[in-house]
């Protein structure tokens, strides 16, 4: 997959299998959940009771003062008490619902933060065991959503989304019992109804999604392909090419415009017919109803009637808020697959079971026979023997892609060999564990990365419990003296209120204040100006004494001091020696040096006129 596109996930995958693993990190908190379910339940059964209570009021009240007025010809005293009871009954329904709302509302938003917490957590110490060839395959773009925008989309799902599915269940139970409790037959007429309109709800929804989904696809392609041809304005005009393009983008212009039409097409049918199966029930309720409430004798009283009108007409919005969780949780499939595909990656790189501890390294390493390569058939090395002894300096040179980095990063076990060995101090380095060897490495890289604090936090990142005093050392021993009373200076995100040459000196000291016992250049100073070249070469000397030293160098003038001097080319090392051995030899070596002094002396003849 290439690094630069996200990983495209096109799912048919069943609903059930990720809300249930969803679910999990849910249950982590028995008692919010508890909480939660309850308090949304409560207000499905308060506002379910409603109806019942407007029957009672119509019956016991309503009624028998407009049969009074209509036998008497005088309305009766009213009963002011039976009024004020159900005005406290109402006042006490509504103080309830207004407790319940608060409680799944406070019980939602901690589930949500808690459980958003939790997948952040393990994603992100996910992505710190990763092996180094999972972010070969994978944008930063599409890990940065992973732990932003997916983990909200789920999170809402069984947080606020659910209080739909759970509230809309729950007042279709409770509603259909009172029903049946009074009346079945009305009961029947209405819940008939209900499979109906969520089938017909369901459907719509993810029409509507689809279409949805189609439409932000091709703008996505449309708004690609828009600064595409933007930039390249001019070459699709020195080309002759405007017509052909205009039309390419006019065909992805009117698949967007149908995909939207579509999907605002089935939005707009969408409320209108669940409403209409509402109001429908409600028409057979008024007509049956109403013929049974005026038939001598009356088979429901008024309230009934007037309760099941009420349930007629309240139904369908349970019905909208279930297809609404489904719809949701089913455009959020994508999201969770994202998320767990990832915190379901195994490292590449891991310890053995059973691996022991290195002890203090000496600095052999030796390289047995290893192969390796990133994609298979692809080799990078093949067959590589080389042995470099404990406390001398290697520097490896060649092409661009010859297998220089890769060679590093076997040595720090970012990688491991796919065929041989890889032996520190005379031990296959699998046997140990990664952490007991990286913790005797100092790697400096090309493009130094530091992080958001003071330059003295960057010193220490990989050594916390340093003095003051090794600090100090550390820089005098890279040649930064003058950072010595700038410890507490701010060095911003990404260390952008330092200069490169800054940031490489600050690197450079904290790598080495740790006593490292293998010491990794790769192309550390290519990166600075000539002074802060200077300035590191003159700490190199002492930052390799007593230590194995192997560097990958691009101003081959810095590496003459080497006890060896590897050209690599192709995976293979073809030459080996020292700085004067090659140059005596007049081979690869010899050339590369040749060449790119001509070029720094016909630099500096230019400068200088």
């Excluded at 490896?396 to 010859?402: A, I, K, P, S, Y």
């Amino acid at each position: 997959m290439s690094q630069l596109k996200d990983k495209q996930f096109k799912t048919k995958g069943a609903l059930w299998p990720f809300l249930r693993r969803l679910l999990k990190y849910s249950f982590r908190y028995p008692k919010w959940v508890a909480g939660f379910i309850g308090f949304v339940l409560l207000v499905a059964l308060v506002e379910a009771v409603y109806p019942l209570v407007w029957l009672s009021l119509i019956d016991t009240v309503i009624v028998p003062a407009v049969e009074s007025y209509k036998f008497n010809g005088f309305v009766k005293d009213i009963d002011s008490v039976a009024l004020r009871n159900y005005g406290i009954v109402f006042g006490a329904l509504g103080l309830i619902l207004a407790g319940g709302v608060f409680g799944f509302i406070n019980f939602a938003g901690r589930i949500q933060e808690y459980v958003m917490y939790d997948i952040r957590q393990e994603l992100f110490i996910k992505l710190q065991q990763l092996s180094f060839s999972y972010f070969d395959k994978s944008a930063v773009g599409w890990l940065l959503s992973r732990i932003s925008s997916d983990t909200v989309k789920v999170t809402e799902l069984i947080s606020w989304t659910m209080i739909e599915a759970i509230w809309g269940t729950g007042m279709i139970i409770f509603c259909v019992t009172s029903m049946f409790i009074y009346n079945w037959k009305l009961a029947v007429i209405i819940t008939l109804t209900i499979p109906v309109l969520m089938l017909v709800s369901i459907k719509l929804r993810m029409l509507i999604l689809r279409y949805s989904r189609e439409a932000r696809k091709y703008n996505s392609e449309m708004t690609a392909r828009f600064n595409e041809h933007i930039n390249g304005v001019e070459v699709n005009k020195s080309l002759v090419q405007e017509s052909r393009v205009s039309d390419n983008f006019k065909e992805l212009s009117d698949k967007m415009k149908v995909s939207s039409y579509k999907a605002a097409y089935y939005q707009a049918i969408f409320m209108p017919l669940i409403i209409f199966g509402g109001s429908l029930a409600a028409a057979f309720v008024i007509y049956y109803g109403g013929s049974m409430a005026i038939a001598i004798p009356a088979a429901i009283t008024v309230g009934t009637l007037a309760a099941f009108f009420g349930y007629a007409t309240m139904i369908f919005e349970p019905i909208l808020d279930i297809s609404r969780f489904y719809s949701q949780a089913q455009n959020s499939i994508s999201a969770g697959e994202r998320i767990f595909s990832l915190i379901d990656t195994k490292a590449e790189i891991v310890n053995i079971t059973g691996a022991g501890e290195f002890g203090r390294i000496e600095g052999d390493v030796e390289f047995d026979n290893v192969s390796f390569h990133y994609e298979t058939g692809k080799h990078v090395l093949q067959d590589l023997n080389l042995k470099i002894e404990a406390g001398t300096s290697i520097a490896l040179v060649g092409e661009t892609g010859g297998g220089k980095s890769t060679i590093i990063n076997l040595i720090c076990r970012f990688y491991e060999p796919t065929g041989g060995r890889i032996m520190i101090d005379n031990t296959d380095y699998k046997q140990n564990t990664m952490e007991s060897l990286r913790s005797q490495l100092g790697v400096v890289l090309q493009t130094p990365h530091l992080f958001s604090g003071t330059i003295r936090e960057n010193i220490m990142y990989g050594y916390e419990g340093a003095t003051d005093m090794e600090i100090i050392n550390a820089l005098n021993t890279v040649g930064a003296e003058e950072y010595v009373f700038r410890l507490d200076e701010q060095v911003g995100e990404g260390g952008e209120q330092l200069s490169m040459g800054e940031k490489q000196l600050i690197s450079f000291a904290r790598a080495i204040l740790a006593d490292p016992r293998i010491f990794i250049m790769d192309e550390a100073t290519s990166s600075v100006d000539t002074i802060t070249e200077a300035k590191i070469q003159k700490g190199i000397s002492g930052i390799m004494e007593g230590r194995t030293s192997i560097i990958i160098a691009h101003r081959l003038s810095t590496i003459k001091n080497s006890d060896r001097i590897l050209v690599i080319n192709k995976g293979r090392i073809i030459e080996d020696g020292s700085h004067r051995e090659l140059m005596m030899s007049k081979g690869v070596y010899y050339k590369l040096y040749t060449r790119q002094l001509r070029a720094e002396r016909e630099k500096e003849v230019i400068n200088a006129a």
